[in-house]
């Protein structure tokens, strides 16, 4: 009894240290503000993780790793209600004879009897993957942190069915209530013939399971096993828009840009503790897949690395050592590999635990722009462009209705004209792109609806500035465009192009702007 609850609250003291330290650093960030209603998204997060929908959404031919995790995660949550019930309250609290002396446990005894195997295939399977067939997306995973976590899953089950086993043999529960014993552990309980070793077996075995479950607590808050519990929280506070951008506010510069981790919101420095290292991220980013130095599972465990460095320098008003941006060791990231993102949003569609890759790498391209000036050539007539023409080529906004000088068009007008078609940059002065401009003004015509159009008025919606991190004049486009079309009485917008179709839905929206916006493919389907 002393020897179980010393070594018990030994090990929860441990894990509940590391937590309060973990918390603490988490605190360092920008307060995060919850969207939604808190229950109903706890309520969400629990149904999550026990469908485990991350895992199926992932789950394709080339990779059916899911299925182990699956199988291991399943397996996890009847053994946690095992350990609470019939190890900590039942031998705890000295009630055993009790708890384990009724049918209710002969027939849980049943479902992990059951259970144990799954999780011993599903762990056995991610070493042989990990260590003998390795996918790309786990290259440099190789790791002793890897290894001792699935060796500790895979001895659960194993030390578990050695435990029922010794009952078995001794005649005890879960023999005896007229439920046949659990077919696994009956079949192993033929090795302990011997009444005079049987209790000795039995205590190896019940200190072995024990003492891994214990281990295990111990080291959850410094190793990847980290990703259980940030991952359900980190369910539980994000955003019901995924991947949404904050908004500047000229009173507080640190949402000019993020240059230091602590310029991170709560939330995204939370992102990092969910990380599984799993490389689904890498595995569909098109930067990754063609060379580029953009790797959006280094991004994350760089953010992770530099907050573990210096946040607690941070804690006690000291400055970083490590600088986030532009450094050359783990926990700096390269400006090359924050420009190579395309924001296609694709690492956030396929990560488990709803981690969002692309706003702290927008965040970080603020700082750049905003506060530093530095961004690649590229974007230096790009950006006057836009600020001055309100086009990335600097051509006259004069010439932006030029598209429809061989058809008749009518201006919008406010009561008489049901939608704006808001043409967009591309679909006004790209040569190829008007082709498909004026093909939808006549699918329109021809199916009589009612549109009009800005012609000269039309400024760019600033899609690609919020993008690159030029939030200040994203953010001055946006309100003009706002007030321009409520001034002429705009409420219903077709788009041609689908960043304009984004940017107008979502991104103004922030700004309280309550447009109904259809891309055109929508309104012809």
Known sequence: FVLFWGLTIFAAGIFLMRGYQLLKLLALGRETKKQGSLIKQIILAIGHMIVQECQFKNIRKKDRAGIGHLFMVWGFLLFVTYYFFFIVIAFGFGIAETMEHNAIYAVYCWVMDIAAPFVFIGALWGIIRRYFFLPKRLEGQRTWEALVILITVLLHPITHVGKIATQIAADSAPVGFGIASPPLSAALSNLYTNPATVEGWHTFWFWSHWGFVLLVLAIIGYTRYLHVPA???????????????????????????TARVDNF??????????????????????????????????????IKSNLMTNGPLIQHKKEPVLPLIGGDKEGSIAEEALWACTTCWACMEVCPVYIEHVPKII?????????????????????????????????????????????????????????????????????????????????????????????????????SLRRLGNEFIFDKMARENIKLFQDRGITKIITECPHCFTTLKNDYAQYGANFEVIHHTELFD
Not at 250 to 257: A, I, M, Y
Request: proline fraction near 5%.
């Open 231 to 257: 991952a359900i929280i980190n369910d539980i506070m994000r955003s019901p828009k995924k991947g949404e951008l904050s908004l500047i506010d000229l009173k507080d510069k640190k949402t000019f840009g």
């Open 265 to 302: 919101t709560q939330k995204q420095l939370l992102d990092t503790y969910a990380c599984v290292v799993c490389g689904y991220c890498q595995d569909v980013c098109p930067a990754a897949n063609t060379g580029k130095p953009l790797n959006p599972r280094l991004i994350i465990r760089d």
């Open 363 to 463: 965040d970080m391209r603020r700082h750049l722009v905003q506060m530093q000036s530095k961004f690649p050539e590229e974007l230096l007539n790009f950006f006057e462009n836009i600020e001055q023409r309100s086009n990335p080529w600097g051509i006259a906004p004069a010439d932006r209705a030029k598209w429809a000088a061989d058809i008749t068009t009518k201006p919008f007008e406010a009561g008489k004209t049901e939608y704006l078609f808001y043409v967009g940059c591309f679909g006004a002065f790209d040569a190829r792109a008007r082709q498909v401009t004026l093909a939808i003004t006549r699918v329109l015509d021809a199916a009589g609806v009612s549109w009009g159009i800005l012609g000269k008025d039309e400024k760019c919606c600033g899609d």
